[in-house]
């Protein structure tokens, strides 16, 4: 099988399989418990927890390890909302977040807070000087992602980050689930907060963490026995929480960037010119991303072709692929119609080859026949 839809989830790297592995037989004990094994695990835990915090940039951070991205995105949203209310009650974020950010948002404003949602320019970019139109005294929260997960655009966060801190106290959160290990996180310079997951850098699903800047935390949005210093309860994953720091470490030390770039390059030199293809992702958006819209067919009809040549690739995002609607980041960015069902997603990963991209590229040029045989003549005009 050859796997291009490393941003849907990627293959664990094996060295976090063997850490995790080593970690649960030999500190399996509850890290909250007293005796010296549930000590160890402390240990293995808090060692795991500064690793991150400093491979993020600020070993003060506060880590606080979840169960993936979207409860990192849901304890930040939610959590600074009712932990800031007594400011002001007005948020803001962007039209192309990922789900769990939008959907944690739209819960707020059905609970009485005001959410403004950015607008974004066809590449999927949003404008400062909109942000700075909207943002208030009383704006508590801006919510904005780093590298958008169905086109790779990667959003201005400096420039927003000065519009923030110069007309509001807001805390600014970025969701870096996508650039994680690809570009140097904005964190702690321009933004209060970032979101990690481990399975999209070839860690584990079912970790990740929110990395907060120290006294500036999000309220906890569930309750219990008080772990993760009491802003996620539940027992900790300890085995988790170092594989994910080992997965972090490793995609760190990596520089594929100009790979995915001469790869990205080329792909798009196969569907150059053809009139039934539109390039979404922008040119300067992040190279491991590349999604494409075709004229006149469904996502699924090019998904299953790919696959048939046993090629994995995706529909625009794996969360909407199964609802097969046209999902709200290919509306914010205005694809025309009759391309907007037509959406692939091709993400690369390091365990990718250039055999691979070849294997690829061949398809592409197969694919692209095959369609245009199968529509008429207008369709191509
Ligand atoms: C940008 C972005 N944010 C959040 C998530 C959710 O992460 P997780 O799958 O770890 O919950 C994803 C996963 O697709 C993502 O791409």
Redesign the pocket.
Known sequence: MIYFDN??TTIPEQEVLQTFTQASLMYYANPASLHQAGNKADQLLESARKQVATLCSDPESTVTFT?????A?NLSIIGYANSLKHRGNHIITTEIE?D??RNACLYLREDGFEVDFLTVNENGKVDPEELRKLIRKDTILVSI?H???EIGTIQPIEACSRVIREFSRAIFHS?C??SLGKLELPFPKWVDAV?C?A??IHGL?GT?CLVTKKFKEPQAISYGGGQEHGYRSGTANVAGAAAFAKAVRISMAENSTSTYERWNKELRDCVKGEKLVRVLSPETGAPHILTLAFKGITGEVAVNFFQKHDIMISTS???SSKANKVSHVIQAIHVPDDFSKGVIRISFGRMNTEQDIQMLSQTMNEFLKTIKKGLKQHDLE
């Open positions: 941003s849907a169960s993936g991205g979207t409860e995105n990922h769990s950010i992602m590298i958008n997960n969701d689930v996508q979101t997951s399975h999209k699903k990740g995002s794996a969360c």
